[in-house]
């Protein structure tokens, strides 16, 4: 779950690229064309901060949900 709520961050800007007029990843292709570097990097650092939100969200929901994964089991014995 954790790694495919970053994988849906990049699939909803791959279909962005590929055929929308709005979003995060239409801002990329045209910053990109328009030699905007910085507002290309700013989208690109916002969409990186959402995938890590993303995956910190799941990991909590993972933690409190699942106690007894063998995730938690290895963090209880490092410590």
Do not use: C, N
């Not at 990097?41 to 995938?51: E, H, N, P, R």
Request: no cysteine.
């Amino acid at each position: 779950m954790k790694v495919a709520t970053v994988l849906a961050v990049i699939g909803a800007v791959v279909a962005e690229f590929v055929g929308a007029d709005s979003g995060l990843g239409y801002l990329i292709m045209v910053a990109g064309s328009d030699f905007k570097i910085e507002q290309q990097f700013s989208a690109i650092l916002v969409l990186s901060l959402i995938g890590m939100l993303f995956f910190w969200l799941a990991d909590l929901v993972e933690r409190l949900l699942l106690p007894w994964h063998v995730s938690m089991r290895a963090d209880e014995a490092g410590r």
